[in-house]
């Protein structure tokens, strides 16, 4: 199903370019304060250096314009050398061209544009830690991990630290990655750096890309059609909180803990396994399922979610144990499960125990069964 990964990216928009700080204990205020100034200074170098390219890209297409092939600025810097300017301060008292002349005039503007940019860029970037530059295949998670370890920081202390920031779902090769720690507070901004997209538009293509998927499921399976329909009721909800983010930065954090907490929630939900345990008999009675004559056990009328009591989260575990005591009967003699399409050693393996009090079902298909509602029907 494709709920989760749907989710996850549109929680994943509110979680790009905020501020990030897990604090280890409670004498940690100072230090919060000093990575918080810290990850303000990143994101004041993201938005300078992302002013910085547009600059620079307004002065190519300005030389382009003016017909100029000869003189291109360092692709590093984007800015002119002092003999390139020179060139073209010759080229405009010398151009009669009046719409010529403001053309040049204005590449000259607009390196000046970008070297009081980029002085403001080293300055901030001599404030700060030197950031991580992500390469293919790496991870927000790992490289934080990495970095905690490098300061000694065991591995649960540094996971505990990381489940309590804004880790990014996906990273692009160029991402910079910048780690502030101190005293037990841990902090963590990503910015554009040398990636050609930025982490928001990162964000916003995996979105939009599981929405394509999303349709394509719709058209694809009537089976998943009801799920489909509670999927676009959630993305809705999500817009719509997304929406009232936006427009209540002051209260960003407080909410951000509360989809946080939503988030785990729903993401336990589409990882588990619901069932019912019962008497196959008295399910029968009581509309739950239908025994047919020649076919496999199948879902009756009173088939309804709130029956479904038990959850088993599969991303923990991939094992049950069903009771004869808890199944009604003295003793197992055979469990039925329903739905009949879930096969028996290939999605799962049924073991009794040898006094028939007890019976073990193993997970053999996670997928199968994930947020997938079950009976299993116990027979003596």
Known sequence: MRFPRLYLALLGLLT???????????????????????????????????QANTTGGSQAQKLQQAGVTDIKPNAETLQLTEEQKKALEERIKA????????????????????????????????????????????????????????????????????????????????????????????????????????PNDLVREEREKVEGERDTAIAQSEKLQEEVNDLVTQKKQIEEEIAGLRTE???????????????????????????????????EQKGVIIIPVFAKDRSGAKWTDDLFDHDLDLRSSDELKLTAQEAGVKKIGKVNVVPGSLVKDEHYRLTISEDKQSATIKILAKDRFRNEKVVFAVSE
């Open 16 to 50: 790009v370019a905020t501020l990030t700080v897990a604090p280890g204990c409670k004498r940690g205020s100072a230090e919060e304060k000093e990575i918080k100034e810290l990850s303000q200074k990143a994101a004041e170098l993201d938005k300078l250096s992302q």
């Open 95 to 198: 151009e009669k061209n009046s719409s010529y002349q403001a053309l040049l005039q204005e590449v000259l503007e607009k390196d000046k544009e970008i070297k009081d940019l980029n002085e403001k860029i080293s300055k901030l970037r001599a404030a700060l830690p030197k950031p991580d530059l992500a390469k293919p295949g790496d991870s927000h998670y790992g490289m934080a991990l990495r970095f905690l370890k490098k300061k000694g920081v065991n591995d649960e202390e540094a996971k505990r630290l990381i489940s309590r920031v804004n880790i990014m779902e996906k990273l692009a090769a160029g991402f910079e990655v910048y780690h502030f720690y101190a005293n037990g507070v841990y902090g963590s901004w990503v910015s554009q750096g040398k990636a050609k997209i930025t």
């Open 249 to 283: 930065k002051a209260k960003l954090m407080d909410e951000m803990n509360a989809l946080s907490a939503t988030n785990e929630k729903q993401k336990s939900k589409l990882n588990s396994l619901h069932y019912l345990v019962g008497e196959r008999k008295a399910l």
